[in-house]
């Protein structure tokens, strides 16, 4: 059992930055494949951003493409999510997520475990 805890959540005005994190305590971080995914009111979670075992492959979504940066740091237990630009249109619950999938992937069902969520806002 994998337990994540998702923090950096707020309200942050449109074109601002917040950097949201999450914590993986336990020896096994760096086995797993991580990733985000954002579920706004009325929509499905979406994926964001996976990121590999070691951190030397990312996937990050188009429409989050050259603002939104995914990291890790295998050594604190903890992938980040840095998220610039910010538009009314990224306002949502962000949730991390652990994989053990043998690579990185944007599918939801290849997901393990799941963070409780941390909400984004952006005000216009």
């Known amino acids: 059992q994998v337990q994540l805890v998702e923090s950096g959540g707020g309200l942050v005005q449109a074109g601002g930055s917040l950097r949201l994190s999450c914590a993986a305590p336990?020896?096994?971080?760096?086995?797993?494949?991580m990733g985000w995914f954002r579920q706004a009111p009325g929509k499905e979670r979406g994926f964001v951003a996976t990121?590999?075992?070691?951190?030397?492959?990312?996937y990050i979504a188009d429409f989050v493409k050259g603002r939104f940066t995914v990291s890790r740091d295998n050594a604190k237990n903890t992938v980040y999510l840095q998220m610039n630009s910010l538009k009314p249109e990224d306002t949502a619950v962000y949730y991390c997520?652990?994989?053990?999938?043998?690579?990185?992937?944007?599918?939801?069902?290849?997901?393990?475990?799941w963070g409780q969520g941390t909400q984004v806002t952006v005000s216009s």
């Open positions: 336990g020896r096994a971080f760096s086995s797993y494949v």
């Open positions: 997520a652990a994989s053990t999938y043998y690579t990185i992937t944007a599918s939801r069902n290849d997901y393990d475990y």
């Open positions: 990121i590999s075992r070691n951190g030397g492959s990312t």
